[in-house]
């Protein structure tokens, strides 16, 4: 009896072990919402502007890679409607700070993409890669703005909600 | 407590510490209102007043000359909404016995965007409101003269015998409405 409980507990543990390791992604920070745009006044125009900065430090992302052996793991972006939202604003994501790692003296541990902005689309696409050496690490608050554009009259009026998603893949 | 319980609490603990790790997703929302606007207005802002003059013959048996058709002004208009569609009308203050006032709005041209409206052709000008451009969605059709819908007026004589000697101000009214 004791024996099939400590195999029982080498299973469990060494099977958590390997889900407890994984990388993972920790999205902070705040929700954007954009002050409504003054209309135009001028018959004939458009918006001016039509495009809108959050601050810079809007979305703090945080990356942990387990032990690995020179890994790297993409942050991809991608909208979502929630519930509704307009192709024809289009936003974008730019990383205005890179993260911080820890522990420190990561010698081979790096980041690439990311710092001009990209458009969100409503399907993944890769926003930044981060690169791991040996041993775990965290790679913290990476800081975000965001971007809308595209913003008009041609777009129906009414009020438009997007998720921003953020997914961590090998 | 015997081992057998030490080894179940350490089963318990293991998975009670471990749920939850490994989030591969995260999220934050973007939200944004847009506002209702319909304006429009003629264009060139310096001068929207014609003069359209009929021409006396100087050859007895000839008929009075009408005057050219005018296309200096232009008409603009900014229009956002949910759905649906805006128009615009024109009507004239009072009518010129035995003249027609007939008015064409163009196409719509220039470096506007959206769903412009469409001319609904010419126009006899009536003191009743009578729609000139339709169908215009969430669009802009640009600012100033070559913007817009170029107003084309074509004057004629419908009834010679109405004709009397006159120097009238017509006032021509525009209005976009749902």
């Given at each position: 009896m004791k024996r099939i409980f400590f195999i029982l507990l080498i299973f469990i543990i060494s099977v958590l072990s390997t889900h407890a390791f994984a990388q993972s992604i920790t999205v902070l920070g705040s929700d954007w919402n954009v002050p409504t745009p003054a209309v135009p006044t001028e018959a004939g125009s458009d918006y001016n502007p039509n495009l809108f900065e959050s601050i810079a430090d809007l979305i703090s992302i945080s990356v942990y890679i387990p032990t690995s052996w020179f890994d790297s793991k993409t942050v991809n972006v991608k909208w979502e409607g929630n519930p509704n939202w307009n192709a024809g604003l289009k936003l974008h994501v730019k990383k205005t700070k890179n993260p911080s790692v820890?522990?420190?003296?990561?010698?081979f541990c790096g980041f690439s993409g990311g710092s001009d902005y990209i458009e969100v689309l409503n399907s993944n696409k890769r926003f930044f890669e981060v690169n791991n050496g040996i041993a775990a690490h965290t790679f913290a608050n990476a800081e975000v703005q965001v971007k809308i554009s595209?913003?008009?009259?041609?777009v129906p009026t009414g009020s438009y909600n997007a998720k921003l998603v953020f997914t961590i893949t090998d | 407590m015997n081992r057998y319980k030490i080894y179940f609490l350490i089963i318990i603990f293991v998975i009670g510490s471990k749920?939850?790790?490994?989030?591969t997703t995260g999220s934050k929302n973007v939200s944004i209102s847009l506002n209702e606007v319909m304006i429009m207005d003629i264009e060139p802002v310096i001068s929207k007043n014609l003069v359209m003059n009929f021409t006396v013959p100087t050859q007895a048996g000839n008929p009075i000359a009408i005057p050219a058709n005018n296309t200096a002004l232009w008409l603009n208009y900014t229009s956002a909404l949910a759905s649906g569609s805006r128009h615009i009308t024109a009507r004239i203050s009072a009518t010129i016995p035995g003249v027609d006032i007939k008015l064409t709005a163009g196409a719509a041209t220039g470096i506007g965007a959206g769903t412009r409206g469409v001319s609904t052709g010419q126009k006899i000008l009536t003191t009743t409101n009578q729609t000139?451009?339709?169908?215009?969605?969430?669009?802009f059709t640009g600012?100033?003269?070559?913007?817009?819908h170029q107003l084309i007026y074509t004057l004629g004589i419908?009834?010679?015998?109405?004709?009397i000697k006159t120097n009238t101000s017509i006032t021509v009214t525009y209005t976009i409405s749902n």
């Open positions: 820890t522990p420190g003296g990561c010698l595209g913003v008009s009259v041609a | 749920i939850g790790i490994a989030q000139i451009i339709s169908g215009i969605g969430g669009a600012n100033g003269s070559s913007n817009g419908n009834n010679y015998t109405q004709l």
